[in-house]
Nanobody, 124 residues
């Protein structure tokens, strides 16, 4: 499964971005999808995930109330909508997939497939 993350860019503090994760020619139904991010000089950290079985959503504390993860109706794309962005949200954002995954999958080693990452820069 080849994942593609897109939607990153430069945004001012307080702005919004919507990231997309898709697998061209391949659906994401039944896959748990996780979003991670990695800032320069820091380890990759978990942001959010959506279950591949029951649709439950999970967020890291810094994302609660600001980030929303969701699937499109065709279950081909998973979005990470980000609001009220802060400079500390600046990072490369990656999506990852695990077939049949469920629960709060916050460990990057749990995932089978990864996308290439999309840069998010929050700066005035």
């Amino acid at each position: 499964v080849q994942l593609q993350a897109s939607g990153g860019g430069l945004v001012q503090p307080g702005g919004s971005l919507r990231l997309s994760c898709e697998a061209p020619g391949f659906g994401l139904k039944h896959y748990a999808i996780g979003w991670f991010r990695q800032a320069p000089g820091k380890e990759r950290e978990w942001v959010s995930c959506i279950s591949g079985t029951d649709g439950r959503r999970y967020y890291e504390d810094y994302g609660k109330g600001r980030f929303t993860i969701a699937r499109d109706n065709a279950e081909k794309t998973v979005y990470l909508q980000m609001y009220s962005l802060k400079p500390e949200d600046t990072a490369v954002y990656y999506c990852a997939a695990l077939l049949g995954g469920w629960g709060k999958l916050s460990n990057l080693n749990a995932y089978e497939y990864w996308g290439q990452g999309t840069q998010v820069t929050v700066s005035s």
